[in-house]
């Protein structure tokens, strides 16, 4: 079970941090990735992060701006957004991959707006 929270309105330029806890996972460490969706949109990736947490990557369109981290000890995942834009606004989701196995949060919404 994943369940994220965090999420808000912010203005341009602000920042959020959005947390995914996870539970239920028998202490099987996962991939995890924070994906986005936009009313309209198709969801797509934001950030990844590996088990040991030493491998990130980032869509183009967060680079500098958004960090993913994990807490293993506390099996939580992490997505620290700064420099928020109003195309930034959507519902984020937190996934969490064993092999071929994909687990998914129910969201949290992200609005940026002035």
């Known amino acids: 079970q994943l369940v994220e929270s965090g999420g808000g309105l912010v203005q341009p330029g602000g920042s959020l941090r959005l947390s995914c806890a996870a539970s239920a996972f028998a202490f099987r460490i996962p991939t995890f990735s924070w994906h986005r969706q936009a009313p309209g949109k198709e969801r797509e990736l934001v950030a990844v992060?590996?088990?040991?947490?030493?491998?990130?990557n980032y869509a183009d369109s967060v680079k500098g701006r958004f960090t993913i981290s994990r807490d293993n000890a506390k099996d939580m995942v992490y997505l620290s957004m700064n420099s928020l834009k109003v195309e930034d606004t959507a519902r984020y989701y937190c996934k969490a991959r064993f092999g071929v196995t994909d687990y998914w949060g129910q969201g949290t919404q992200v609005t940026v707006s002035s």
């Open positions: 992060i590996s088990t040991a947490g030493d491998y990130t």
